[in-house]
């Protein structure tokens, strides 16, 4: 499974963006599938995750209310509100080896190239 994030881009501080995760070469629609970002210098952050069929989320603690994971049959989508320039960040979506998630990277075994954005103040 390649997957491919987009979406990034340069927003000004408390806009929103919509980040995409698509898969091609084999559907990733058994898997369950992670957002995470890492920001210049630091590590890299879980975000969100969703199961296969789109049943069970969750977040990170710090971020719940500005952010919003969803699925449909094709894709998976990071709904970002209120940007902060602190979300400046490359994000990524993982696909996990199964139908739920971790709330860590361990256990994502296909990964994105990343989208970078960047929010100005």
Known sequence: VQLQASGGGLVQAGGSLRLSCAASRRTFS???????????????????????????????????????????????????????????????CAAHRGSYYNTAAPGYIYWGQGTQVTVSS
Do not use: H, M
């Open 30 to 92: 058994n898997n369950g599938v992670g957002w995470f970002r890492q920001a210049p210098g630091k590590e890299r952050d879980f975000i969100a995750a969703i199961s296969w069929n789109g049943g069970s989320t969750a977040y990170a603690d710090s971020l719940k209310g500005r952010f919003t994971i969803s699925r449909d049959n094709a894709k998976v989508y990071l709904e970002i509100r209120s940007l902060r320039p602190e979300d400046t960040a490359v994000y990524y």
